[in-house]
């Protein structure tokens, strides 16, 4: 095109026909490309100076740490295993290591001890002042510009995300014949276009039963938008890693997110022991939530602590929270990912890693400090992963034994699932043993048309002494009633149980009766809460 002219109409057009929810996708484009820099120094990878020092191409700051070391005779020792990584990030983190990589890259003592003893003092003086403590030489090097450049790409995508995740689109929900599954919410975004309204942590209103389920709702379309526009930035990964990163994040991001936003608002709209969510809404601490809420009393607790020590002594800036948010999601470990893009998660994940080590040592300055910041935040994402830990096994039980099972959203019943989950995921295998391949393909498939359209009615029907389940004609076909059981010792695991002894164990058969009754005491109270 020309100088001065115009995009054709077709072309503005296809310009602006890219939906908003996949714009950050092009701001990741060009970060994978490479530079070709100048010699660099063989110890950190830091621009080399014009000429070598002590036998090998060093930077300047490397030179200086050498020729102190030896001349001063000092010696060092690693707290870790003697293999730490050298760069221009993190040099200074470990001397030790830094200066066995300087012995193995060529440099000699020899050298430094041959040195005139009339050398200049207030040249030498010099040099150790521009030791690699101030590094000013370091900032302008071609490496380190190209790490800013990344870095700031990637802080900018995570902030654009952010910010189409929490707005509101103000378009109508399409009108749906069936209940679509997660898959269909990850590849169609549209289908949650009803749900996604403005998100405001004002905390003016104690919430009700109402406002817990619009809450509740609504931190659940900002994560599967928060999870699916950050994954879509690499085109390895599949629908299907996808969906794993989102089951594995999406209560860890959602609880992060409420502590943030209950340190921002603290003490300014509402009381000061409270979680704030986002419909201008709070529960508070000590009392007792909604009936459906999919926090429990234990939760909002923890939270509140969690906000007042933890989050309130780091001072995190808003650069850091979204990393943070983006490394929740980043899991490599996530149940159900394919071992072909674990790698490529793991990458992604250092790459965010290595920005957030960047922001604190812009903060602190010394590498130490920034590396103790780094694991501070580290520490606080393992905290709330237990904690969502616990909080999935509670919606489990709500989704089980909620009494009108038409008030809970499919959408949420195929992400937690119930107690039952892993005994069904069991029955399933055993069915597989039995069915031939493609048998076994035709009833997954009738199963999954019927799943999320209603809740399991097979733990409506209880009592106080007994609990009936009835078990799916899909899964369990008259035909194969005969069956013997898997295993005598094969029971019925409810994770999370306490104490245990209110679980009784019955045997669990492949292929059970239409009905099958299991033994069932009362619960103590404060398994629901």
């Given at each position: 095109?020309?100088?001065?002219?115009?995009?054709?109409?077709?072309?503005?057009?296809?310009?602006n026909?890219v939906?908003?929810?996949?714009?950050?996708?092009?701001?990741?484009?060009?970060?994978?490309?490479?530079?070709?820099v100048?010699?660099?120094?063989?110890?950190?990878?830091?621009?080399?100076?014009?000429?070598?020092?002590?036998?090998?191409?060093?930077?300047?700051?490397?030179?200086?740490?050498?020729?102190?070391?030896?001349?001063s005779?000092?010696?060092?020792?690693?707290?870790?295993?003697?293999?730490?990584s050298?760069?221009?990030?993190?040099?200074?983190?470990?001397?030790?290591?830094?200066?066995n990589?300087?012995i193995?890259?060529?440099?000699?003592?020899?050298?430094?001890?041959?040195?005139?003893?009339?050398?200049?003092k207030?040249?030498?003086?010099s040099?150790?002042?521009?030791?690699?403590?101030?590094?000013?030489?370091?900032?302008?090097?071609?490496?380190?510009?190209?790490?800013?450049?990344?870095?700031?790409?990637?802080?900018?995508?995570?902030?654009?995300?952010?910010?189409?995740?929490?707005?509101?689109?103000?378009?109508?929900?399409?009108?749906?014949?069936?209940?679509?599954?997660?898959?269909?919410?990850?590849?169609?975004?549209?289908?949650?276009?009803?749900?996604?309204?403005?998100?405001?942590?004002?905390?003016?209103?104690?919430?009700?039963?109402?406002?817990?389920?619009?809450?509740e709702?609504?931190?659940?379309?900002?994560?599967?938008?928060?999870?699916?526009?950050?994954?879509s930035?690499?085109?390895?990964?599949?629908?299907?890693?996808?969906?794993?990163?989102?089951?594995?994040?999406?209560?860890?991001?959602?609880?992060?997110?409420?502590?943030?936003?209950?340190?921002?608002?603290?003490?300014?709209?509402g009381?000061?022991?409270?979680?704030?969510?986002?419909?201008?809404?709070?529960?508070?601490?000590?009392?007792?939530?909604?009936?459906?809420?999919?926090?429990?009393l234990?939760?909002?607790?923890?939270?509140?602590?969690?906000?007042n020590?933890n989050?309130?002594?780091?001072?995190?800036?808003?650069?850091?929270?979204?990393?943070?948010?983006?490394l929740?999601?980043?899991?490599?470990?996530?149940?159900?990912?394919?071992?072909?893009?674990?790698?490529?998660?793991?990458?992604?994940?250092?790459?965010?890693?290595?920005?957030?080590?960047?922001?604190?040592?812009?903060?602190?300055?010394?590498?130490?400090?920034?590396?103790?910041?780094?694991?501070?935040?580290?520490?606080?994402?393992?905290?709330?992963?237990?904690?969502?830990?616990?909080?999935?096994?509670?919606?489990?039980?709500?989704?089980?034994?909620?009494?009108?099972?038409?008030?809970?959203?499919?959408?949420?019943?195929?992400?937690?699932?119930?107690?039952?989950?892993?005994?069904?995921?069991?029955?399933?295998?055993?069915?597989?043993?039995?069915?031939?391949?493609?048998q076994?393909?035709?009833?997954?498939?009738?199963?999954?048309?019927?799943?999320?359209?209603?809740?399991?009615?097979?733990?409506?029907?209880?009592?106080?002494?007994?609990?009936?389940?009835?078990?799916?004609?899909?899964?369990?076909?008259?035909?194969?009633?005969?069956?013997?059981?898997?295993?005598?010792?094969?029971?019925?695991?409810?994770?999370?149980?306490?104490?245990?002894?209110?679980?009784?164990?019955?045997?669990?058969?492949?292929?059970?009766?239409?009905?099958?009754h299991?033994?069932?005491?009362?619960?103590?109270?404060?398994?629901?809460?």
């Amino acid at each position: 095109m020309s100088a001065g002219a115009q995009p054709c109409s077709n072309q503005r057009a296809s310009a602006n026909a890219v939906d908003a929810n996949d714009r950050p996708l092009a701001y990741l484009q060009q970060s994978k490309e490479k530079t070709s820099v100048g010699t660099l120094c063989v110890v950190c990878g830091d621009r080399a100076c014009s000429h070598l020092y002590y036998g090998v191409a060093a930077c300047h700051g490397c030179k200086c740490f050498f020729w102190r070391t030896v001349k001063s005779g000092l010696t060092y020792s690693c707290r870790f295993d003697g293999d730490c990584s050298i760069s221009t990030a993190g040099r200074n983190a470990c001397r030790f290591c830094r200066f066995n990589r300087c012995i193995k890259a060529g440099m000699k003592i020899e050298a430094v001890r041959m040195e005139s003893k009339k050398a200049d003092k207030k040249k030498r003086r010099s040099d150790i002042d521009t030791d690699d403590e101030s590094s000013h030489e370091s900032i302008d090097s071609p490496v380190a510009k190209r790490q800013k450049s990344d870095d700031h790409l990637l802080i900018s995508t995570l902030s654009l995300i952010d910010k189409t995740a929490a707005d509101g689109n103000g378009k109508k929900a399409l009108a749906m014949e069936l209940q679509p599954s997660l898959e269909d919410l990850i590849e169609e975004p549209a289908l949650l276009n009803g749900h996604r309204t403005e998100m405001t942590y004002k905390s003016f209103t104690a919430a009700d039963e109402t406002l817990c389920s619009n809450g509740e709702r609504r931190l659940l379309t900002w994560t599967l938008d928060w999870c699916r526009q950050l994954t879509s930035i690499e085109d390895d990964l599949k629908t299907s890693d996808k969906l794993a990163l989102f089951r594995a994040g999406c209560t860890p991001l959602t609880l992060f997110e409420l502590a943030i936003h209950t340190t921002s608002v603290r003490g300014k709209f509402g009381p000061e022991n409270l979680i704030a969510l986002p419909n201008d809404s709070y529960l508070q601490q000590d009392v007792s939530p909604p009936s459906n809420c999919f926090l429990n009393l234990k939760t909002v607790n923890a939270l509140v602590q969690l906000a007042n020590r933890n989050l309130k002594s780091l001072e995190l800036q808003p650069k850091e929270i979204l990393l943070m948010k983006a490394l929740i999601i980043l899991n490599p470990d996530a149940s159900g990912l394919s071992t072909t893009s674990d790698s490529t998660v793991s990458a992604f994940r250092d790459r965010v890693v290595a920005a957030l080590f960047n922001i604190c040592s812009e903060r602190q300055m010394e590498a130490a400090s920034a590396a103790a910041r780094l694991s501070k935040m580290h520490f606080l994402i393992s905290q709330i992963t237990l904690m969502a830990s616990d909080l999935v096994e509670h919606l489990r039980l709500r989704n089980t034994f909620v009494p009108d099972a038409a008030e809970l959203d499919p959408i949420l019943i195929q992400l937690y699932g119930d107690i039952f989950e892993d005994t069904r995921s069991m029955v399933h295998m055993a069915e597989d043993a039995y069915l031939a391949p493609s048998q076994r393909a035709d009833s997954r498939s009738q199963g999954s048309q019927q799943q999320g359209l209603q809740h399991n009615n097979d733990y409506n029907h209880w009592s106080t002494n007994e609990l009936t389940v009835s078990c799916d004609a899909t899964f369990y076909p008259e035909t194969y009633s005969n069956y013997s059981p898997v295993s005598s010792s094969s029971y019925v695991s409810v994770p999370g149980s306490t104490p245990p002894e209110f679980f009784p164990k019955p045997h669990l058969y492949a292929f059970a009766p239409a009905q099958t009754h299991l033994p069932f005491y009362d619960l103590p109270q404060s398994c629901f809460m």
